[in-house]
């Protein structure tokens, strides 16, 4: 009993502390550290702007119009799109925009790290920035990225993905604006704990070389970190991408990336504290390590209480109120629009897909590929 009484109020503590004791605590840390990198408008280094593309036929002449519109000196940008194995007609859409300077890279299916490890082998700037197929970047976007690494403590520096259009039953906006604002936080802490795909620039001399299980949305910032380097985020570098029309696709989504998270924890290196500064150290865990835990402490939690149930009051408490977030989730999957429903069952998914990557890793490895959503669909 008492052994149960531990795990239920232990898995309680750390998804709470998870959820809500650490933005709080990221957010008064932020307002006393206050952190922001130099910054240096003349700072105009080449870049290498890779995009990396999967059967993006429909979408890869808008996103190379938009990436040749850039406020960026033209003679110092190169625009390099990695074709990922497509079978589409990809190739044959970017090869229209060669002779604007465009290079296209037909490689073998592996992935998207593997794609961008050889972009970046393929270039020679002093900065490689990213960008998915469907990430359309204002105008100011690479200038504004680019001008945090003037700084030469730091590496890494991503933007803001503002989701478009209309959401259908998805809560995933709701989910990101919180998530954009702790990375907020993070960055006036002095480092971020992670990125996003959409819209970020590496230094070339801070770039590492990832297999294909990795990501560098997770796997560089740490690593980083630990080399001295800091990531850091620039709201004001602004990318807009189409939301995912369902909860459902937005799950599948989530699997793929939660695999590789798990991979990380698991044997990339992540939870290892050799180098990290120990407040970084403790936001990577709190941020990321129990985030990622959640599904595996939701289901401690669910059985512990249970367990309890019959013979403790705050157990049958714990218990009813978990049940009557399941029911209110259910709800949420039949009539998504309702806005707290529909918030419950997106939390639900996500939690669940943070189960499923894990038991992913385990039995098959991450997933190493991707596909356009309209592929999943």
Request: proline share 5%.
């Amino acid at each position: 009993m008492k052994s149960a009484r531990t795990l239920m109020w232990g898995s309680l503590g750390l998804l709470a502390w998870t959820h809500i004791g650490y933005p709080l605590a990221a957010a008064g840390a932020a307002r006393i550290r206050g952190y922001r990198p130099p910054r240096d408008e003349k700072f105009v280094p080449e870049v290498a702007l890779i995009i990396t593309a999967h059967n993006e036929e429909g979408v890869i002449a808008e996103r190379l119009e938009n990436a040749l519109r850039q406020d960026y000196p033209q003679d110092r940008l190169e625009i390099v799109v990695a074709s990922d194995g497509s079978t589409d007609g990809t190739g044959e859409v970017v090869a229209r925009f060669e002779d604007r300077g465009v290079r296209l890279l037909e490689l073998a299916r592996g992935g998207k790290v593997s794609a961008q490890n050889a972009a970046v082998a393929a270039t020679r700037a002093d900065v490689v920035a990213f960008s998915d197929a469907n990430s359309l970047w204002e105008p100011d976007a690479l200038r504004l990225l680019v001008r945090n690494l003037a700084d030469g403590e730091v590496g890494y520096v991503c933007g803001r993905v503002d989701v478009d259009g209309a959401e259908g039953d998805s809560r995933e906006g709701l989910y990101w604006r919180y998530e954009l604002w702790l990375r907020e936080q993070e960055s006036a802490c002095g480092s971020v704990t992670g990125g996003n795909g959409g819209i970020y620039a590496v230094r070339r001399s801070a770039f590492v070389e990832l297999g294909p299980e990795h990501s560098h949305d997770l796997g560089l910032p740490f690593r980083l970190r630990r080399r001295g380097l800091r990531s850091v985020y620039e709201p004001a570098a602004v990318a807009r991408e189409p939301a995912l029309p369902t909860t459902a696709a937005e799950g599948a989504r989530k699997l793929r990336m939660l695999s590789r998270a798990w991979w990380e924890v698991l044997r990339g290196g992540l939870v290892d504290p050799r180098g990290q500064p120990p407040m970084y150290y403790a936001a990577l865990v709190s941020h990321r390590v129990l985030r990622y835990a959640g599904g595996p402490l939701h289901v401690l939690l669910f059985l512990a209480s249970a367990s309890l149930a019959g013979r403790d009051r705050s157990a049958r408490t714990l218990l009813l109120l978990q049940l009557g977030f399941g029911g209110l989730a259910l709800a949420g999957r039949r009539r998504p629009k309702l806005p707290v429903a529909g918030a419950a069952w997106y939390y639900a998914v996500v939690t669940g897909a943070s189960l499923a990557g894990l038991v992913r890793v385990l039995a098959r490895g991450p997933h190493l590929t991707w596909a356009p959503v309209r592929e999943d669909s």
